[in-house]
């Protein structure tokens, strides 16, 4: 497996304090946003809480053309790794408000860094969706896991859980499986979304068990994850509904792969309208409902429809060319 | 020059020396807080987290988690700038099982601040420069 080897520019003499376009996010999208703005010789800042995105969290992507079989670190190594080559300012750090300013914008980090630009991308992507459980956040890092490809290996020999019914809970099992005594596969219904050919091979797997149909209640033990509260529950007219029947499961760790939600908190406070799930609204030149803010990439409405890198980095390069003809105009 | 001011300029001489020794001493670097991130093992572990009034901040890694790597620059970038200030630590949690189960980390990168040899702060995950920067800056002595 390759492995993530990119290396940002973190030192903070670099950081200029103001740049042509700010770019939140380096996933395919953000990183695609900054190839084509630094054509157009704008000077760009890229700010992300995490570099690759999404992406470098898989095995394998095989549907991007010209790459075939590429390990998903490697793809994200090469798109910052390109982004880089044509002098972006990549810094990782988590943005904590866009303010309007008549010139432009001004970026506030976190780390209370602040950085003015003329145009902002928000490529901020999805993360993992929370079960919302208590024990969930206390045990993050302590048996509490969102990545079976990060964390798999540090469960060797022991009972671990994967609660999900998608294609990523499937490969997550199978993959834990190579490492844990056993996998217990928790799903709140009984039918999955994964592909059969995912379900018929866990099926085959002796190592993995499927316990359906239950949720996760809680998450309990003492330094780490220790037990399961399980609730059964039943399907009446497509809607789940729990029963009040508890169980109670031994394990050392659960993995959470229960879908996606958007990464827009910051779109939001910074008045960009999204829809009713949270994504961004875009129009086809990735213009938002705020004159010189873009979007582009899965944090969108129309990137979350299909989730494909390809289409990320397309979204991206439309919304570095909106942003040189914004900033044209505004000359 | 008489013999008043000859002797003014031997103490100043001395002062000047003193100062000199005395900032020399102060910007010696500490052995494990060079500028570089110091290399932990099972063997080493205890004697740098109890062993030091800087805080220590450990970064436990593996060589197969991507976010490890993505975080690696960072770690290096807060060696380099707290030099003096704090030790910045690396542990293989393949290489030193013990101690990750001690501190039961089950996904990496986890960080921890150890001071006088105890964890007074966690971090779990390839979190960016901020959190990490001002968790430790919280912890320096001066």
């Known amino acids: ?331 | 020059m008489d013999e008043e001011d000859r002797e003014l300029e031997k103490i100043l001489q001395r002062k000047m020396k003193e100062l000199l020794h005395a900032t020399q001493r102060k910007t010696t670097p500490h052995p494990l807080s060079e500028g570089k991130a110091v290399k932990l093992t099972s063997e080493n572990f205890d004697k740098v987290i109890n062993n030091s009034d800087m805080p220590v901040l450990v970064d436990f890694w593996a060589e197969w988690c991507m976010p490890c790597h993505m975080m690696s620059p960072v770690v290096e970038a807060l060696a380099k700038k707290y030099a003096g200030k704090a030790i910045v630590a690396k542990l293989n949690v393949d290489e030193s099982p013990d101690i990750a189960q001690r501190y039961y980390i089950m996904g990496i990168p986890t960080f921890i601040i150890f001071k006088n040899g105890k964890p007074v702060e966690k971090i779990v995950g390839a979190v960016g420069r901020g959190p990490l920067e001002k968790a430790l800056r919280k912890h320096l002595t001066t």
């Open chain 1, 1 to 331: 497996m390759s492995l993530l080897t990119f290396q940002a520019p973190v030192e903070e003499e670099e950081i200029k304090e103001r740049y042509d376009l700010v770019i939140v996010g380096a996933g395919p999208a953000g990183c695609s946003a900054a190839i084509y703005a630094r054509r157009f010789q704008l000077e760009t800042l890229i700010v992300a809480k995490e570099l690759g995105g999404l992406i470098v969290d898989a095995e394998i992507v095989d549907n991007y053309p010209g790459l075939p079989e590429i390990p998903g670190s490697e793809l994200g190594n090469k798109f910052l790794e390109h982004a880089k080559k044509y002098m972006t300012n990549i810094i990782m750090e988590e943005v904590e408000s866009i303010e309007k300013k008549e010139s432009g914008f001004l970026v506030r980090t976190m780390d209370e860094k602040t950085i003015e630009a003329k145009a902002i991308i928000l490529a901020t992507g999805e993360k993992h969706r929370k079960l919302n459980v208590p024990g969930e956040e206390e045990f993050l890092g302590r048996g509490v896991s969102y990545c079976g490809l990060c964390d798999a290996p540090l469960f060797k020999d022991r009972v671990v859980a994967v609660v999900g019914g998608g294609n990523v809970a499937f490969s997550d099992a199978q993959l834990l499986a190579k490492h844990a005594k056993k996998v217990i596969l928790i799903h709140r219904r009984n039918w999955f979304r994964a592909d059969p050919i995912e379900v018929k091979r866990v099926k085959e797997n002796s190592k993995i068990e499927i316990l359906t149909p239950y949720i996760v209640r809680e998450i309990k033990g003492d330094m780490k994850v220790e037990k399961l509260l399980l609730e059964k529950t039943k399907e009446v007219g497509g809607e789940v509904i729990p029963t009040g029947e508890l169980k109670e499961i031994e394990v050392d760790g659960i993995f959470v792969d229960i879908g996606l939600v958007p990464n827009s908190e910051l779109a939001k406070k910074s008045g960009v309208a999204v829809d009713e799930r949270g994504y961004i609204i875009v129009d086809d030149f990735m213009r938002t409902s705020v004159e010189g803010i873009f979007a582009a990439g899965d944090v969108t409405d129309k990137g979350s429809k299909f989730r494909q890198v390809v289409l990320a980095a397309a979204q991206g390069a439309i919304a570095a060319i909106s942003v040189y003809n914004y900033l044209k105009s505004k000359e």
